[in-house]
């Protein structure tokens, strides 16, 4: 079993940044591909980012390429996700999801997730 939390979310300017973090608590971290997940109201839940369990590979949604950087400390447990120049289309719940499944993009391939954390882009 695993668990995950997620924090860092908040409300933040169009431009602005945030970065995103992930604990983990439980089975070998490392054996495990981690992704970010987002879900706006009404909308839903989708790709954003995943990585592998050595992070040496990652893989973004074209929505958030260049703009979003995920990475992951294995020693530490933890995956990031650091945001940049954020729009208003990104406002969402963003999850934290770890699992052994492929590919990185679908959501079945995720075993594991977190309760999420708001992030809301204001103009």
């Known amino acids: 079993q695993v668990q995950l939390v997620e924090s860092g979310g908040g409300l933040v300017q169009a431009g602005g940044s945030l970065r995103l973090s992930c604990a983990a608590s439980?089975?070998?971290?490392?054996?495990?591909?981690q992704g970010w997940f987002r879900q706006a109201p009404g909308k839903e839940r989708e790709f954003v980012a995943g990585i592998s369990g050595s992070g040496g590979s990652t893989s973004y949604a074209d929505s958030v390429k260049g703009r979003f950087t995920i990475s992951r400390d294995n020693a530490e447990n933890s995956v990031y996700l650091q945001m940049n120049s954020l729009k208003p289309e990104d406002t969402a719940v963003y999850y934290c999801a770890a699992g052994g499944g492929r590919p990185a993009r679908w959501i079945n391939a995720y075993d594991y997730w977190g309760q999420g954390t708001q992030v809301t882009v204001s103009l």
């Open positions: 439980g089975r070998t971290f490392s054996s495990l591909r």
